[in-house]
């Protein structure tokens, strides 16, 4: 059973940086891509950073590149995203997610594991 788990998430001033954590459980995860989505309150949920099995290849949504960063540590299974530069806009609850394939990773039933989010608030 495969279990995800962030934290990192509170509140933080525009302008200012938070980094998030997500600590998976289970076997292989070095298998798996892992992706970050976020929704806001009356809104869908957004794709924003996804990276490879690896490690060494990171995708963005356009709103967050420049300012977020996705990374992962395999030794430890868990996946990051540095965020930076943070505006009111990015307040919303975060999600990690393990990707198991697709044609469009921006889409997010192409990730087949979820945690429970964990919220980013932004105040202007």
């Known amino acids: 059973q495969v279990q995800l788990v962030e934290s990192g998430g509170g509140l933080v001033q525009a302008g200012g940086s938070m980094r998030l954590s997500c600590a998976a459980s289970?076997?292989?995860?070095?298998?798996?891509?892992m992706g970050w989505f976020r929704q806001a309150p009356g809104k869908e949920r957004e794709f924003v950073a996804r990276i490879s099995p690896s490690g060494a290849n990171t995708y963005y949504t356009d709103s967050v590149k420049g300012r977020f960063t996705i990374s992962r540590d395999n030794a430890k299974n868990m996946v990051y995203l540095q965020m930076n530069s943070l505006t009111p806009e990015d307040t919303a609850l975060y999600y990690c997610?393990?990707?198991?394939?697709?044609?469009?990773?921006?889409?997010?039933?192409?990730?087949?594991?979820w945690g429970q989010g964990t919220q980013v608030t932004v105040s202007s």
């Open positions: 997610a393990r990707g198991y394939g697709g044609p469009d990773y921006r889409k997010y039933w192409n990730y087949d594991y």
């Open positions: 289970g076997r292989a995860f070095s298998n798996y891509a």
